[in-house]
Structures are given as structure tokens and as C-alpha cells.
């Protein structure tokens, strides 16, 4: 998993807005990040001055709005 990971992180150096936008952050109006899926998990991200910066990564079968809320909400 942790190849498929680091695999995965580096190809958003080379095509970071490759993503979608989370549709728990989306529905807040939060359009700013973006994800991509290694299943069962998802890695959030956002480019920030062309450097990916990743914020999260879950496993995607998990209640990711309360999760999202809580971690890149927080102030």
C-alpha cells in the first residue's frame, strides 16, 4: 500500500488538478481542494504556489463528511 501511495502523490507533482473536488467540501461551497482514489482510500490535497500540499488521506468507506469537517475545518 505505502508504493501505491508514494506512487500516487508523485503523479500529482507532474498533473496536480488531475482531481475532482470532494463533493463533501463542494457542498459547503469549499472548492479549493481536490482528491484522488487508491482504493478503498482517498488522498485530499490542494495546490498551494504549484506545490501539492496533501491534507488527508482515509480510507474512503469511512462517514468522510463529519472526518473532512473536522480536520481541514478547524481553523
Given at each position: 500500500m505505502l508504493d501505491r501511495l508514494l506512487a500516487t502523490a508523485e503523479s500529482l507533482s507532474a498533473l496536480?488538478?488531475?482531481?475532482?473536488?470532494p463533493k463533501e467540501l463542494r457542498a459547503l461551497g469549499i472548492t479549493e481542494f481536490r482528491q484522488v482514489f487508491f482504493k478503498p482510500y482517498r488522498m485530499i490535497?490542494?495546490?498551494v504556489d504549484r506545490r501539492v500540499v496533501i491534507y488527508l488521506i482515509a480510507d474512503g468507506r469511512r462517514d468522510l463528511q463529519e472526518l473532512l469537517s473536522r480536520r481541514l475545518l478547524r481553523g
Open positions: 496536480p488538478d488531475r482531481g475532482s473536488q490535497y490542494r495546490v
